[in-house]
Structures are given as C-alpha cells and as structure tokens.
C-alpha cells in the first residue's frame, strides 16, 4: 500500500503548496534542540511497545509522532529538508501543505476504500463521533500526522537537500 500512498501524497503536497499554500510564512517557531524532540519521539514509540495492548490501542497518534520526531529533527542536523528546520525559520507553507495532502488524500483514500469489494474494515478501542464512509471522523486526523511522518521518512532516506522543488523524483 505504501507504494501508492507516499508518492500520492508528495504529488498532492506539491499541487497544494504550488496551488494555494506558496510561501506561507509567520513567525518562527520555538523549537527544543534536537536531541529532546528525537527523545520525545523514541519515548512514543516505547510506550506504544511497552504498554498492555488495551491502552495501547488508544495511542495511535503517539504511534504517528514517534517517528516523525525521530526522523524530521535527524534531516535537519544532517542539512536534509526538515519540516521542523523550516518552521524554526518562519516558513509554514511545507508544513501546511503536507497537513492538507493529509487530509485530502485521506478522503480520497476511504471514499474508494467505502465502494470496494474488499475493503478495509476499521476495528478501533473507541468510537469518537460519526463515521464517514468506513473511518470513523476521528481517525481522520491520522492522515495529516502520516503525511508528516512520510515525508520525514522520505528526507532521512534519500538524503534529499533544501529548495524549493521538494517533488518526490528530484
């Protein structure tokens, strides 16, 4: 799945930052050194392995920040480009774009996910709300969050450099 859902939603980062969100910008965030945010993200992914499964269970989100707060500030010290790095430097638009590539791919992803024959079948330790299409609304708050992660994962492993031109091919 992963081969279709990276690239889908670098492709829709690119479009939304080149089509609405170009050069956001605002002040520059206080960011911790690096060493703490890469703590913070290895101490969610501890507690995710390390708790009984019946509270794990609601701590996806941690699950989606972990590696992202192990990754991002890893691309930054290393000259890579890092969502964190650019917002400590007041540009909001990489963030912003990946947070709506997030949500629009998520949508897209369970609306034809809803018409399949074999589709998946959410199972989840809470039910917050109403459900659209198969995902119940809370969980759509976990694509933004794996748009964030995969493009961290994504810069750490092809050691990609800063620019404006952050297309998956480059």
Not at 63 to 79: A, M, V, Y
Not at 134 to 143: A, D, I, Q, R, T
Request: with cysteine; charged share 15%.
């Amino acid at each position: 799945a992963f081969a279709t859902i990276g690239p889908g939603l670098l492709e829709t980062r690119q479009v939304v930052e080149e089509g609405v969100i170009d050069k956001v910008g605002g002040r520059p965030l206080r960011i911790p050194p690096s060493p703490l945010l890469i703590l913070l993200g290895a101490t969610f992914l501890l507690l995710i392995l390390l708790l009984p499964s019946r509270i794990a269970g609601y701590l996806g989100v941690l699950l989606w920040l972990s590696f992202f707060f192990i990754f991002d500030p890893i691309n930054g010290r290393r000259g890579n480009r890092s969502i964190i790095t650019e917002a400590s430097r007041g540009k909001y638009h990489l963030l912003l774009s990946l947070l709506l590539a997030g949500i629009i791919c998520g949508f897209l992803w369970e609306f034809w996910n809803y018409w399949a024959r074999a589709r998946w079948v959410y199972s989840l330790p809470y039910s917050f709300g109403p459900r659209i299409f198969e995902m119940p609304l809370f969980g759509y708050l976990g694509f933004p969050l794996l748009a964030l992660e995969y493009f961290a994962f994504y810069s750490l492993s092809f050691g990609w450099k800063g620019g404006e031109d952050a297309h998956y091919n480059d």
